[in-house]
C-alpha cells in the first residue's frame, strides 16, 4: 500500500440502500453506498483519501470543471468469479491511461500504485454491490475534476480524484446480438494534436449529435471516420473497431486520434497469441464496402470495457448498406467474447495475469 492510502479514513453510511434485482440492472443506473475522494493542490500534491457516503458533490459555481471543461474519466469493471471472490481486470492499464490523459489536458499525475490501491479500497467497501447474475459486473468510474474557483484560462490548482461504483448490466439491452451501426461522414470526432486518444468528456459531448442523428435513423452507434479526409476507420462510439476481411483482423492505429482501449489491447494479444494475421494500419470505409461487395466482409465488431465484444450485423454509409455475416454473430466475435469474459470470471485460465484478485 502507498504511503498515501496508508492514511485512509472509512466513514461507513448509516442509510445503506437496498440493492437492485440483478436480473434487471440496466447500466449506469444505480450507485453503490460510497464513494472515495482524494484531494489535489498545488504545493502539497495529492492526500487526504477518504471513503464516505456516496451523495452530492458541494463545489463552488466558478469551479474551474464547469467553465474550461478541465476533467478525465476512466472505466472499468470488478467480476464475481467461480469461486465467489472478486476480480479486477487490467487496472494498472487505466492508471496508465489516466495519465496519459492529465498529462494532455494539464491535470496533474497521480501514483498508478495509489490509483490502483484506491480502487482495491472502495471496492473492498461496497463488495457486496458486485452482483453475480450472468452478463452483470460492478462498474468502476474513476474520475478527477478541477475544483479551484476562478474565471480564467488555465490549469487549475486544486484537484479531486472521485471513484463512484455501479452495479450493471449489459450495455446494450439486446445483449450479444450483432446491432446496426451509422457511418459519420459529416461531423468529426477528433484529429491529430487534439485530444482524442484521452479520456475526457469533451470528447464525448462533440459525438452526441452524431449519436441523435443515428438513433433517429434506427442505429444503435456511430462509426467515426477520420477528421481531414472523412475515409479512414476510427472508433466504433464508445469502442475500437475491428474488421475481419479476407482472413486478416484490421484495426485502426494509435496515432493520437482514438482511445488506447484495454480491451483492444486485450483482444490483439489474444489474435496475435493465435495466429490470426492482425493489421493496425489506416484503411478505408471503401476499402470496407469494397470487400463487402465481394464477399470479403466476414465480421466486424466493437471491443470496449462496457460491452467487451459487440459483434455488427449491418453498416449504413450515405445511402449503401453492407450486411455482415448475414446480420448473426461471427465465430471471432463470439470466441473472443467467450475468452476475455471467461479469463474476468475466472471461467477459464488467465496467462497473461491480467485479473487482480480482491
Not at 13 to 32: H, I, M, N, S, Y
Not at 54 to 70: N, T
Not at 109 to 126: M, R, S
Not at 272 to 279: E, F, H, L, T
Request: hydrophobic share 40%; glycine share 10%.
Amino acid at each position: 500500500m502507498t504511503e498515501i492510502m496508508k492514511g485512509l479514513t472509512i466513514t461507513r453510511t448509516r442509510e445503506p440502500k437496498a440493492k437492485p434485482d440483478p436480473a434487471t440492472l440496466g447500466f449506469g443506473e444505480v450507485f453503490t453506498d460510497h464513494m472515495f475522494l482524494l484531494d489535489y493542490e498545488e504545493g502539497r500534491g495529492w492526500g487526504d483519501p477518504r471513503i464516505v457516503p456516496y451523495g452530492p458533490i458541494a463545489l463552488e459555481p466558478a469551479a474551474s470543471v464547469f467553465h474550461y471543461g478541465q476533467e478525465m474519466f476512466e472505466g472499468l469493471k470488478t467480476y464475481k468469479a467461480e469461486d465467489g471472490g472478486l476480480r479486477l481486470f487490467r487496472p494498472d492499464m487505466n492508471a496508465k491511461r489516466t495519465n496519459r490523459t492529465n498529462e494532455r489536458i494539464c491535470i496533474p499525475p497521480i501514483d498508478e500504485d495509489l490509483y490502483v490501491d484506491a480502487i482495491k479500497a472502495i471496492v473492498g467497501v461496497d463488495r457486496d454491490w458486485v452482483p453475480d447474475y450472468p452478463g452483470t459486473s460492478l462498474y468502476v468510474r474513476p474520475f478527477i475534476i478541477a475544483t479551484e474557483a476562478f474565471l480564467g484560462v488555465r490549469p487549475a490548482k486544486r484537484f479531486q480524484f472521485i471513484i463512484i461504483l455501479s452495479p450493471v448490466g449489459p450495455y446494450y439491452k439486446e445483449g450479444l446480438k450483432p446491432t446496426k451501426i451509422f457511418v459519420e461522414d459529416e461531423y468529426v470526432r477528433s484529429v491529430k494534436g487534439g485530444t482524442g486518444f484521452a479520456k475526457i468528456g469533451g470528447n464525448y459531448a462533440a459525438g452526441l449529435k452524431s449519436q441523435e442523428k443515428a438513433e433517429a435513423l434506427g442505429f444503435a452507434q456511430v462509426l467515426w471516420l477520420d477528421g481531414v479526409e472523412r475515409r479512414y476507420i476510427e472508433e466504433i462510439g464508445t469502442s475500437n473497431a475491428f474488421f475481419k476481411m479476407g482472413g486478416e483482423v484490421f484495426t485502426a492505429p494509435l496515432e493520437g486520434t482514438i482511445l488506447a482501449g484495454v480491451t483492444r489491447d486485450s483482444v490483439l494479444t489474444i489474435l496475435k497469441d493465435r495466429g490470426v494475421p492482425v493489421r493496425e494500419e489506416r484503411f478505408t470505409i471503401d476499402e470496407v464496402f469494397a470487400a463487402s461487395e465481394r464477399g470479403a466482409l466476414d465480421e466486424v465488431f466493437a471491443a470496449g470495457t462496457a460491452a467487451v465484444i459487440s459483434p455488427v450485423g449491418e453498416l449504413r454509409w450515405k445511402d449503401r448498406d453492407a450486411v455482415i455475416n448475414g446480420g448473426k454473430i461471427g465465430p471471432l466475435s463470439q470466441e473472443l467474447y467467450d475468452t476475455i469474459t471467461g479469463i474476468q470470471s475466472g471461467r477459464l485460465p488467465d496467462p497473461y495475469g491480467w485479473t487482480v484478485a480482491l
